[in-house]
């Protein structure tokens, strides 16, 4: 029997913002690997692993027999949080979606707000939407952390029910302003996408083009002071 599961980075991330002792639905589950490896850890007792199709959630089965811990997780084919009900758990991962996808999972799950479950989340798309969604909808991003794969940056945010507070067109872009060690790589790529949406807009004519790439101009300049204020942190 195997005793130890090694998760990408941003599943890392993830797993270590889930609250000690939580049961926890991870859903999207796929392989059940950060489900799984929590129970190895001790972090948690118990946990939901649910998924849209069969096939992930079958790994998801399997990787339970693998490591020994089938009896301390349930197995949910469900659309979201659909065949999750109130009270069965204390925390909830959503990784691997849509910004979109991850928001609309949730307002059709309004007793997670209602119980002030903790969530965790890792939007792969969408994070400008996500971001106003939850500002709009009760809940507030307590945490942003960044997680490096290859090439690639991934945000992970802990998120619970409260006020957010108004946020900025380049919070929005970029989220809260923080000291990590990747998040001027992570501005620097924004950045660079933006100045090709603008570039790109700039031969544009009409009144909407050009509203557009004003706004865009000014979340442009916001993340570029975003930048120095976080250069200036690393002296």
């Known amino acids: 029997m195997k005793q130890h599961i090694e998760l990408s980075p941003r599943l890392r991330l993830a797993a270590d913002l889930v609250p000690q002792g939580a049961r926890l639905a991870d859903v999207g589950t796929d392989h059940a690997y950060l489900p799984a490896c929590l129970l190895l850890e001790g972090k948690i ?50 990784a691997g979606m849509g ?7 949730l307002e059709a799950a309004p007793w997670v707000l209602e119980e002030k479950i903790p969530l965790i989340l890792q939007p792969m798309s969408s994070l400008p939407e996500l971001r106003e969604w939850l500002g709009q909808h009760g809940y507030a991003i307590a945490k942003e952390q960044l997680a490096r794969e290859g090439e690639t940056l991934y945000v992970v945010m802990r998120v619970t029910a409260g006020e957010m507070g108004t946020q900025t067109p380049g919070q929005l872009w970029a989220g809260w302003q923080s ?50 204020e976080w250069q200036q942190w690393q002296l």
């Open 99 to 105: 910004g979109e996808t991850i928001a609309q999972i």
């Open 45 to 94: 007792p118990w946990a939901i692993a649910s998924d849209l199709r069969k096939g992930p959630l079958d790994r998801a089965r399997e990787t339970a027999r693998q490591y020994g811990c089938g009896d301390k997780m349930a197995f949910r084919l469900c659309n979201g949080l659909a065949g999750i009900r109130p009270g069965e758990v204390d925390a909830i991962v959503i």
């Open 179 to 228: 000291r990590d060690p990747l998040r001027g790589e992570y501005l620097d790529h924004l950045t660079r996408k933006l100045r090709r949406a603008l570039d790109g807009m700039s031969k544009g004519k009409g009144e909407q083009i050009q509203e557009r790439r004003q706004a865009l101009e000014g979340v442009y300049e916001e993340m570029l002071a975003m930048k120095e």
